[in-house]
Structure formats: C-alpha cells, structure tokens
C-alpha cells in the first residue's frame, strides 16, 4: 500500500540522516521543507522533498496537504496516566497553603494514589486509564511510556503493569512500560525501609521480568523518599532483569540523584527543577538524556527546570 501526500505547505522535521538526538544550539533549528510531498509505503516513510521533485508513481491512496503542515507525532516519555479516582481535593489544600510535603505527611499525594488504587479492580483502572489514552493520542501523541508507582505493593503493581500491557494491545500507539514501585515507601514500611527494599527486588522485580510487564526501572530519589544509595540499589537490581533505569531526580532537592543516573548509565533523569551547576556538568557528554517536566511545577506551583540554561551548556533536553 503506497500513499502519496502532495502540495504539503510545509514538511517539519526532514533529516537526510537519522540521528539519536539534538543537543544545545542545534535545538534551535527545525529543518523543514516547503511545498513538499511525502511517500509512505506499508506504513513506513519511503521518500520526501520538494514538490519540484515530485516522482512518477503509481499511489494507491494520494492525499493534497493544500494550505497544511506535516509534522512527526509527539513522543511522551514520562507520564502516570494508569491510576484511580483523583486528587482534586489537594487543589483545595494547595490553596490553603500546604505545601506537596505536608499533603504527603497527612496521607495525601502518591499514598492517597496509592489507597484509591489498591482499592479498585484492574477493570476499573483499565476503563479509567483508557479515557485518558484516548485523550492523549487525539492530543497528537503517537507513542507514549506509562509509569507503575500507584500500587506499592506486589499486587498493586503487577496490577497496574498489567493495565499498561493491556493498553499496549489494545491501541494502535507505541507503548513503554516503567515499573516504579520505588515512587514512595508505603505506610506499613515507614520504620521499615529496607524491607520494602528487599519486596521491591526480591518479589516485584522477579515477577515482573517473569511477566515481561515492564522495559524500564524508575526510582524517585529525593529527600524523604528514596535515598542516592537506595536508588543505586534498586537500579542495579533493575538492570539484572534487563530494565533499564530512567529515574526521577532533583524534583525538590539537589542530592546526587544525576550522578547516580549517569553512573548507571540512565536512559534520561526526569524532572531536574533544581540544579546545580555540577549538576548540569554532570550531564555533559553522556548518554543520559534531561527530561524537564514544566505541566508538573505548573500544577505543583513549583519553580521550573532551569532549560536555558541547560541547552546554553550544549546539553540536549526532552
Ligand atoms: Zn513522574
């Protein structure tokens, strides 16, 4: 099956060569072609250029693209959109001046995900979290990862792995699976934390690598959740299994969470609202990618990822 797209009034994001990412001052350029065609061949891109090139073919399906533009769909790769219920009453303690730390010690934040979750069936979860899949991929989102971290327990999270996989089958979008059941230490483990250290690797991680549910290992390492050596421990356990870390670092504070990830050789380190310069340094020349996250200081009223400056260093940035 071959599909001509013609009269294109601009083409974003032609490359003559395919590359893994751009970084700094090259993220200022979007190279583009104006009044351009596109060939897909059984789904594939098979050529593209200006229309004054256009070549003799025989197209099953020709589309004019008159008067609009063709660009790659987005990528998302770091959402939480399998979970239960909501926590919009957190708006309200916000307003009323509490900040994410003190929702969290009264039981809100990921805990309170955490109970909705572990209280309603996978079916309920799967019906909720499709909505929202439907939502993004009509936003334009043509591949997207999901993140566990809502269970917190063995059961919770191989239930909300299993909600992913099912998205994955069911929908015609790309989807990557991150098993986060290091997003908080669950109530029952507060005094205890190297034991849901030992149920994170001996009991999740073996049975989701069994279950193939998961591509990647995430970790929150922030102050009061999981320190820079329990995050090492949980990626090197992670990597075992073959998952590859990308970790949530920097979110509130600067504690050695990029070093870490980079040590690993982290896929990305995602959030970084507070950096410092060694931490920028860090970053530089490695295959990790910055990932910044500005809906999240939005609704948090955090402060937001430093990007200038990030990008002014020759760093590349998601
Ligand atoms: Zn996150």
Same mark, same amino acid.
């Given at each position: 099956m071959t599909t001509l797209i013609t009269n294109i009034q601009e083409l974003l994001q032609v490359r003559e060569t395919s590359i893994a990412k751009v970084s700094g001052s090259e993220m200022a350029k979007l190279p583009t072609i104006k009044n351009a065609f596109l060939i897909l061949k059984d789904n594939l891109i098979e050529d593209f250029g200006s229309m004054d090139n256009l070549p003799k073919i025989n197209a099953d399906q020709i589309i004019d693209a008159t008067g609009k533009v063709v660009l790659p769909s987005w990528c998302d790769s770091h959402t939480h959109i399998v979970y239960a219920g909501n926590r919009e009453q957190e708006f309200v303690d916000r307003i009323n001046g509490l900040s994410y730390e003190e929702i969290a010690n009264r039981g809100g934040g990921i805990l309170n995900s955490a109970k909705k979750l572990n209280d309603s069936s996978e079916e309920e979860i799967y019906e909720q979290s499709k909505i929202r899949l439907e939502e993004v991929m009509h936003l334009g989102t043509g591949a997207v990862e999901i993140k566990s971290g809502y269970g917190l327990t063995v059961?919770?999270?191989? !239930?909300?792995?299993? /909600?992913?996989?099912?998205?994955?089958e069911n929908y015609p979008i790309a989807i990557k699976a991150t098993f986060l059941g290091a997003h908080a230490f669950p109530l029952h483990y507060k005094d205890d934390k190297a034991g849901y250290l030992d149920?994170?690797?001996?009991?999740?991680? *073996?049975?989701?690598? !069994?279950?193939?549910?998961?591509?990647?290992?995430? /970790?929150?390492?922030?102050?009061?959740?999981f320190s820079v050596e329990e995050t090492e421990k949980i990626m090197e356990a992670g990597l075992a299994f073959g998952l590859k870390p990308k970790i949530h670092v920097n979110q509130f @504070?600067?504690?050695?969470?990029?070093?870490?990830? /980079?040590?690993? @050789?982290?896929?990305? #380190?995602?959030?970084?609202? #507070?950096?410092? *310069?060694?931490?920028?340094?860090?970053?530089?020349?490695?295959?990790?990618? *910055? /990932?910044?996250?500005?809906?999240?200081?939005?609704?948090?009223?955090?402060?937001?990822t430093p990007a200038r400056e990030m990008i002014k260093a020759g760093l590349p940035l998601a």
């Open positions: 059961d919770g999270e191989l !239930k909300m792995l299993r /909600v992913i996989q099912k998205l994955a149920e994170i690797i001996n009991e999740m991680l *073996p049975e989701i690598s !069994k279950n193939k549910l998961a591509d990647y290992v995430d /970790v929150f390492c922030e102050s009061g959740y @504070n600067s504690i050695g969470g990029i070093q870490a990830g /980079v040590k690993f @050789n982290a896929l990305s #380190v995602d959030h970084l609202e #507070v950096m410092n *310069p060694e931490d920028i340094q860090a970053l530089k020349d490695t295959e990790t990618m *910055p /990932v910044a996250l500005p809906s999240c200081s939005y609704f948090l009223s955090i402060p937001y």
